[in-house]
């Protein structure tokens, strides 16, 4: 069985210092890992995706994870927060049931941004 | 933005009545989800298909049914709705080449569902 864990359900920084958003994961063979941000009263967009190619992952907006498998990990970071950066994300493990795809996603994350 | 049509946006409800929401896509994507999205949960998936007719359960499945009759629409049906369905319900769909387990997904607007 595959599962995701936020470690943190909010975080809250200024603007302009590093975003650090923790994730580990679950799995019984290599996933593909992915991050989403949903934006207030917004459906949710795909920020970046894992999928083995490269341990360090570069996404939209300037956010990128990187993954640790000795750590089960895939914390998502940027180095200087913008106030539009302020939303849910969701790190998100993929698993197969048979032959099927399905995305498990974690609790969420609520990125606050003060000026 | 792939053409995923959630409807409708928003819909009232009393205890006891009977619920379809639909989704439709434009992108002839295999695979299509029916997720919902509560505080402090994230989003737990309810059903999902990966073909015409084929469907098959998610982690919160009990009082939810779903049809795909074709391709391109996705139904979601609470037979009888209560209060605990009152949610966010997003349908979201992926390419799903088969052996191909990266693909991200694409999702609706949502539908805000309160049940009285």
């Known amino acids: 069985a595959q599962s995701v864990t936020q470690l943190d359900s909010h975080v809250s920084v200024s603007e302009g210092t590093p975003v650090l958003l923790r994730c580990n994961y679950s799995s019984s063979y290599s996933p593909s890992l992915f991050w989403y941000v949903q934006h207030p009263n917004k459906g949710l967009q795909l920020l970046l995706k894992y999928t083995s190619a490269a341990t360090l992952v570069k996404g939209i907006n300037g956010f990128e994870a990187e993954f640790k498998k000795s750590e089960t990990s895939f914390h998502l970071t940027k180095p200087s927060a913008h106030m539009s950066d302020a939303a849910e994300y969701f790190c998100?493990?993929?698993?197969?049931?048979?032959?099927?795809?399905?995305?498990?996603f974690g609790r969420g994350t609520s990125l606050i941004v003060h000026p | 933005d792939a053409g995923i049509t959630q409807s409708p946006r928003h819909k009232v409800t009393e205890t006891g009545t009977p619920v379809t929401l639909r989704c439709h896509q434009t992108?002839?994507?295999?695979?299509m989800y029916w997720y919902r999205q509560d505080p402090g949960h994230g989003l737990r998936l309810i059903h999902y298909s990966y073909g015409v007719k084929d469907t098959d359960k998610g982690e919160v499945s009990d009082g939810y049914s779903v049809s795909r009759s074709k391709t391109e629409d996705f139904l979601l049906t609470l037979e009888s709705a209560t209060s605990s369905q009152t949610s966010v319900y997003f349908c979201?769909?992926?390419?799903?080449?088969?052996?191909?387990?990266?693909?991200?997904?694409?999702f609706g607007s949502g539908t805000q569902l309160s049940v009285l």
């Open positions: 979201a769909i992926s390419p799903g080449e088969m052996g191909v387990f990266d693909e991200k997904l694409f």
């Open positions: 998100v493990v993929s698993r197969t049931s048979g032959g099927s795809y399905i995305p498990t």
């Open positions: 992108e002839n994507h295999r695979y």
